[in-house]
């Protein structure tokens, strides 16, 4: 299995980063019944108004290849588009569990 953690700190005001990382998480968290080899999305939105970063989702596949399965798939891609036009940065980890 293999643990997919990616985050997001997107531009704009507070308002208009908090409405695009709540539409963002609601795509994502649409994901898992739309495929199949995403065992699990959990989305985060951050609460710290300390913190830069705004977004974090955790996704579990059976493997490292199905990463690249899950980005390329139509649902994610549509997710993605959401967040695009104002990610700022994005950093991701994976790795075997």
Known sequence: ?????VTFKLKGDADTR???ASDFA???LALPAQIDCLQSMEVGLN?????????VLTAIVPTLADVEVYAKHPAHVAAASIVAPHKD??????YTI
Request: proline share 4%.
């Open 26 to 28: 609601a795509a994502l």
């Open 47 to 55: 609460e710290n108004p300390a913190e830069d970063w705004d977004v």
């Open 89 to 94: 940065s994005r950093a991701c980890v994976d």
């Open 1 to 5: 299995m293999v643990k997919h953690i």
């Open 18 to 20: 908090r409405k695009v």
